[in-house]
C-alpha cells in the first residue's frame, strides 16, 4: 500500500486505497458451512469431522466475578487463537477473492504488466486502484459477497480510503468513507504524501510507553546494568523493527533514531 501511494504520486496523483475489516470475524464464522466447502473440495471426511468436533464441541464456560454461565450447543463462533480457527478463518476471505479477482482486475491499481487489486490479513482487507470510486468498489464488491455467501457482515467504522496528495478524488458518500490524510493499516501510518515522519512519531511514543513501563518500572531498578539491557531489547525494540521495514533510509531519520537510543540508554 505504500509503494502504491509513492508510485501514483510519480504519475499525477492517480493512486488510491481502501480498508475495511470484517465484523467480530471469528465470533461469527459459521464452521459447519466452511467444513462443507472444504470437504467439497478435497479435504478427507476425517480430517472435516475432526477439525468441527475440535471447534464445537468443547465447554466454554463465562465468568463474571462469581457467577459462572456455560455456553453450549453454539452453532457460531470458533476457538479464537487455535490452528483450526485459523484454518477455518482463510476460508471465506480466500475464496471470494479467487472467485471475483477476475472481477477486481480492471479496476485494481496497474503496475507495469501486473494489477494490484485486495490484500488481506485475515479479517483485514485492503483494495489499491488507480481511482477512489474503483477502491471503494472493490471492497463493496467483496462485502457483498461475505454477506450473501458466508453471511458475515463489515464493521460499519473500520472503512477509510486515501488517495495521493494532489488527487481530486472524493468519496461519492463521505459518511461511509471517509477520506483521510493518514491511513492507518496494521499499526503503521501512511501519509497521503508517501512520507514516513507521523509512523515514525507514533512509534516513537510506542517505544517510550515500553521503555517506562519496563525498563524503568519499579520492578527494574534493581535488575543489573545487562538485564535492563536485555529487557529493552525484548520490550522496546520490537516496536520499532516492526515498523520501519518500509521506512527510507536517510541521514536524518537515522540521526534522529540515534539520538532516542541515546536517550534510553542513559536513562
Known amino acids: 500500500l505504500q509503494a502504491v501511494i509513492e508510485k501514483g ?13 470484517i465484523e467480530k470475524y471469528y465470533d461469527s464464522l459459521r464452521p459447519l458451512p466452511i467444513v462443507r466447502w472444504l470437504s467439497d473440495n478435497g479435504v478427507p471426511m476425517s480430517v472435516c469431522a475432526a477439525l468441527i468436533r475440535q471447534q464445537m464441541l468443547p465447554q466454554v464456560i463465562l465468568k463474571i466475578g462469581q457467577e459462572s454461565v456455560s455456553i453450549q450447543q453454539r452453532a ?12 477455518l478463518a482463510r476460508v471465506p476471505v480466500e475464496t471470494i477473492v479467487c472467485q471475483r479477482h477476475s472481477h477486481w ?5 496497474s503496475a507495469g504488466d501486473d494489477t494490484l487489486t485486495v490484500c488481506t490479513y485475515i479479517d483485514n482487507i485492503f483494495s489499491a486502484s488507480d481511482t477512489l470510486h ?3 468498489a ?16 463489515v464493521k460499519p467504522t473500520s472503512r477509510t480510503c486515501m488517495v495521493c496528495r494532489g488527487s481530486d478524488d472524493i468519496p461519492t458518500d463521505a459518511d461511509k ?3 483521510v490524510a493518514e491511513f492507518s493499516v496494521l499499526e503503521h501510518l501512511l501519509q497521503n504524501n508517501g512520507d514516513t515522519r507521523a ?20 520492578a527494574a531498578e534493581r535488575l543489573s546494568l545487562r538485564t535492563k539491557f536485555q529487557l529493552l531489547n ?11 521495514t518500509r521506512w527510507p533510509a536517510h541521514r536524518q531519520r537515522c540521526l534522529e533514531i540515534d539520538r532516542v537510543q541515546r536517550k534510553m540508554y542513559i536513562l
Request: hydrophobic share 35%; with cysteine; glycine share 8%.
Open 76 to 87: 457460531s463462533g470458533s476457538l479464537t487463537g487455535s490452528r483450526g480457527a485459523g484454518l
Open 234 to 244: 525484548k520490550c522496546v525494540t520490537p516496536s520499532f523493527d516492526y515498523r520501519n
Open 9 to 21: 504520486l510519480d504519475n499525477h496523483s492517480k493512486s488510491a486505497i481502501a480498508q475495511q475489516d
Open 105 to 109: 482486475m480492471e479496476s485494481g491499481f
Open 177 to 179: 468513507w471517509p477520506l
Open 138 to 153: 472493490i471492497l463493496e464488491d467483496f462485502e457483498n459477497e461475505l454477506r450473501n455467501k458466508w453471511g458475515l457482515r
Open 199 to 218: 509512523c515514525w512519531t507514533t512509534t516513537q511514543r510506542s517505544m517510550w510507553k515500553a521503555y517506562f513501563g519496563n525498563c524503568r518500572a519499579a
Open 134 to 136: 474503483e477502491a471503494v
